[in-house]
């Protein structure tokens, strides 16, 4: 994501004697000729316009993120017998998870399309100065056809640290025939949920430096957490088809005047969840009468 670009102004021509000596600009390009050559003067619009697009041929250079120059390498294995279809793409994704409160970093992507038939040999380029000694670092993969999934890895799968042993065996997991998961493009657990919508009203993104409304279905046990926008939260979840439900949220009780009354509401609607519907990346939850409560869409941050 390229950031902020600034531009610096620019004031003149300078010539003359003195390196201060300031020359007028004429309003149209007049040239004046002499014995031997022709000088033309350019109106300072073109000299404005020049210079705005080298500073921003400068920043935009100076955002790119850093080239890969290393790999992470492993076999993505799956654990039931299928046949996949020709059309099927197979995807590996490296991913920055060290701050839990954020959606996690995308370091490196590997794709494969068409898929062919499992296992997959893992391949995933990235810039190893974004791996960091005391990081977390995990690898995730999915099947899928025109965007559905048809099989994802199951359970976290951390990457060593010792850049000599970054090899990681993905088991991957059928998706099950529930019509609440048919058309999801990611999985259920282990996606950052970002809140996008409670009541059919839109939530507004929080400002910078505050950490979003957000969920995290854990794969290892049936513990959520995330936040409501001013307070880390955690709760048992029930997972049974296309039946959810969430036990008592508790949290800490940071007092934050300007979030607290959109997250008693965020925590009071996910007490009264009942069902579940993915589509695509994003995630509905609804009540016992199938009144939507929560809508949530899986959040990423490209590399930069």
């Given at each position: 994501?390229?950031?902020?670009?600034?531009v610096?102004?620019?004031?003149?021509?300078?010539?003359?004697?003195?390196?201060?000596?300031?020359?007028?600009h004429?309003?149209?390009?007049?040239?004046?000729?002499?014995?031997?050559?022709?000088?033309?003067?350019?109106?300072?619009?073109?000299?404005?316009?020049?210079?705005?697009?080298?500073?921003?041929?400068?920043?935009?250079?100076?955002?790119?993120?850093?080239?890969?120059?290393?790999?992470?390498?492993?076999?993505?294995?799956?654990?039931?017998?299928?046949?996949?279809?020709?059309?099927?793409?197979?995807?590996?994704?490296?991913?920055?998870?060290?701050?839990p409160?954020?959606?996690?970093?995308?370091?490196?992507?590997?794709?494969?399309?068409?898929?062919?038939?499992?296992?997959?040999?893992?391949?995933?380029?990235?810039?190893?100065?974004?791996?960091?000694?005391?990081?977390?670092?995990?690898?995730?993969?999915?099947?899928?056809?025109?965007?559905?999934?048809?099989?994802?890895?199951?359970?976290?799968?951390?990457?060593?640290?010792?850049?000599?042993?970054?090899?990681?065996?993905?088991?991957?997991?059928?998706?099950?025939?529930?019509?609440?998961?048919?058309?999801?493009?990611?999985?259920?657990?282990?996606?950052?949920?970002?809140?996008?919508?409670?009541?059919?009203?839109?939530?507004?993104?929080?400002t910078?430096?505050?950490?979003?409304?957000?969920?995290?279905?854990?794969?290892?046990?049936?513990?959520?957490?995330?936040?409501?926008?001013?307070?880390?939260?955690?709760?048992?979840?029930n997972?049974?088809?296309?039946?959810?439900?969430?036990?008592?949220?508790?949290?800490?009780?940071?007092?934050?005047?300007?979030?607290?009354?959109?997250?008693?509401?965020?925590f009071?609607?996910?007490?009264?969840?009942?069902?579940?519907?993915?589509?695509?990346?994003?995630?509905?939850?609804?009540?016992?009468?199938?009144?939507?409560?929560?809508?949530?869409?899986?959040?990423?941050?490209?590399?930069?």
């Open positions: 994501m390229a950031g902020a670009v600034g610096i102004p620019v004031l003149g021509t300078w010539t003359g004697r003195g390196p201060w000596a300031r020359t007028a004429a309003p149209t390009r007049t040239p004046t000729r002499t014995a031997k050559h022709t000088v033309t003067h350019v109106p300072r619009g073109i000299h404005l316009l020049a210079t705005a697009g080298l500073c921003l041929v400068i920043a935009g250079c100076g955002t790119r993120p850093p080239a890969p120059d290393a790999v992470v390498t492993g076999v993505a294995i799956s654990r039931d017998r299928v046949v996949l279809p020709p059309e099927a793409v197979f995807e590996a994704t490296l991913l920055d998870v060290s701050q409160e954020a959606p996690p970093v995308v370091l490196g992507r590997q794709r494969r399309e068409p898929a062919g038939q499992p296992p997959y040999a893992v391949h995933i380029p990235y810039p190893s100065a974004r791996f960091a000694p005391k990081g977390r670092y995990e690898v995730r993969a999915t099947v899928t056809l025109e965007g559905r999934i048809l099989l994802a890895s199951e359970g976290r799968h951390p990457v060593p640290q010792d850049a000599a042993y970054r090899h990681v065996n993905v088991p991957l997991r059928r998706q099950l025939p529930f019509a609440a998961v048919a058309d999801a493009s990611v999985p259920l657990t282990l996606t950052y949920w970002r809140l996008v919508t409670m009541d059919d009203e839109a939530v507004p993104r929080p910078e430096g505050h950490t979003p409304p957000h969920l995290v279905l854990q794969a290892d046990e049936a513990r959520a957490t995330g936040a409501g926008g001013c307070n880390r939260f955690l709760t048992d979840y997972l049974n088809g296309a039946q959810l439900f969430f036990g008592r949220v508790v949290s800490n009780i940071a007092l934050c005047l300007d979030r607290g009354a959109l997250e008693t509401r965020f009071t609607a996910l007490e009264s969840v009942a069902s579940y519907r993915q589509q695509g990346t994003h995630l509905l939850l609804r009540d016992a009468q199938g009144k939507p409560l929560l809508g949530f869409e899986a959040a990423e941050t490209p590399l930069q």
